[in-house]
Nanobody
Framework: QVQLVESGGGSVQSGGSLRLSCAVS????????MGWFRQAPGKEREGVAG???????RYADSVKDRFTISQDNAKNTLYLQMNSLKPEDTAMYYC????????????????????WGQGTQVTVSS
């Protein structure tokens, strides 16, 4: 049974920080590219950051220089360190596993994602 379980979401004030985690089980973690997506109410799900098996990283322009994606292959865990949070970062954040690594493209394709987590809510107040 494949499970992607996010944690670490919460409510913070503008300028604050949060660290999201995604614990992965049921798949060969090293075979997948991993990523974070987010979806705000009334908006489409969008890519935030992705990381490849070889460590290649992609960030959405809106989070570059503020967010950092990382992973611990030994723990099968993906992280997203979010600093300098803004109200527009408010969204449900989802962990994703993508065997074909299209999430590493500049447009961070989500349609080929194989597995999704259940999401963790991030709320940033001004």
């Amino acid at each position: 049974q494949v499970q992607l379980v996010e944690s670490g979401g919460g409510s913070v004030q503008s300028g604050g920080s949060l660290r999201l985690s995604c614990a992965v089980s049921g798949i060969t973690y090293g075979s997948y590219c991993m990523g974070w997506f987010r979806q705000a109410p009334g908006k489409e799900r969008e890519g935030v950051a992705g990381i490849a098996r070889d460590g290649m990283i992609r960030y959405a322009d809106s989070v570059k220089d503020r967010f950092t994606i990382s992973q611990d292959n030994a723990k099968n865990t993906l992280y997203l360190q979010m600093n300098s949070l803004k109200p527009e970062d408010t969204a449900m954040y989802y962990c994703a596993a993508d065997l074909f690594c299209l999430i590493l493209r500049k447009d961070m394709v989500r349609t080929t994602v194989d597995y999704w987590g259940q999401g963790t809510q991030v709320t940033v107040s001004s």
